[in-house]
């Protein structure tokens, strides 16, 4: 008898298991069918919405009495949904779930400036106040800051602790806090490399670059992105080539291939 309730509970941890990775697989799952989507809407008629996503599908979707929309730093805007407004949404069988809508935001990519690197987050507020009301809207700071169709709104949520749909100068201090080309500029590669490096053989493996990042996550694609000559350890060269392409998105050779065929499609 014992044992029988040994087995099935073994038997449901499994099933337990299985379930969650079916289900992360399908919250995570890209293309046509992908229950999570990022991207723009075109069209609106009544409680039906046009999405098209970061990889070029267009989603038709449907609002329900039970759809959760959120309007993320909308204080003077009417909370309509409209076409142009960027938007990431959980869907089941093409009925929408939940949805956070932000005002329209730039496709082009968002980075510092040398100077920008410098400043103090005072200095940086003002300049990301664009319109000058001493506070600083979702749509502002992906002009200015950071554009992250899919990590911005979560971010910006966070850091907006009193819920007023815009950040003052002590919660603009915390999003910096969440802004990755910030954290990584605080120091040189090489102040960061010296510490990380803990057997001094001037190179770091996998979790000595977790040390060198200040953090695991998603450390083995990041630490294969930065490894460019694949010999499973990294030198002082390589990890400032990757601080440097993770502050200068537009470095990343994925980018610098994009903005050629831009360039190119420009061209009469």
Not at 144 to 150: F, H
Not at 183 to 190: A, D, V
């Amino acid at each position: 008898m014992i044992f029988c309730k040994r087995v099935l509970i073994r038997v449901m941890l499994v099933y337990f298991c299985l379930s969650s990775l079916q289900l992360y697989a399908q919250k995570s799952l890209k293309g046509p069918k992908s229950s999570l989507i990022i991207g723009v809407v075109t069209k609106v008629e009544g409680n039906k919405v046009e999405v098209l996503s970061r990889d070029n599908y267009l989603r038709k979707l449907t609002i329900d009495e039970q759809s959760k929309i959120k309007f993320l730093s909308f204080e003077n805007t009417e909370k309509v949904i409209k076409a142009d407004y960027a938007i990431s949404v959980s869907v089941k069988d093409e009925i929408i779930q939940s949805a956070t809508l932000t005002l329209p935001v730039t496709n082009e990519i968002v980075e510092p400036t040398p100077e920008m690197l410098k400043m103090t987050p005072p200095e940086l507020f003002k300049i990301t106040d664009l319109d000058g009301n001493g506070q600083v809207s979702y749509a502002e700071i992906a002009k200015v800051l950071e554009r992250s169709p899919k990590h911005g709104p979560r971010k910006f949520s966070k850091s907006d602790r009193d819920k007023s749909g815009a950040l003052n100068l002590k919660e603009f201090e915390l999003q910096l806090t969440r802004t990755e080309w910030w954290n990584l500029s605080r120091k040189t590669p090489e102040e960061m490399f010296k510490p990380a490096d803990k057997d001094g053989d001037g190179l770091l493996n996998k979790e000595e670059f977790a040390l060198f990042l200040g953090k695991k996550a998603h450390l083995n694609t990041f630490f294969n992105r930065a490894d460019k000559n694949k010999s499973g350890s990294l030198d002082l060269e390589e990890a400032a080539a990757y601080i440097d392409e993770e502050i200068f998105p537009s470095k990343k050779a994925k980018n610098i291939k994009k903005a050629n065929k831009l360039e190119k499609e420009e061209k009469p």
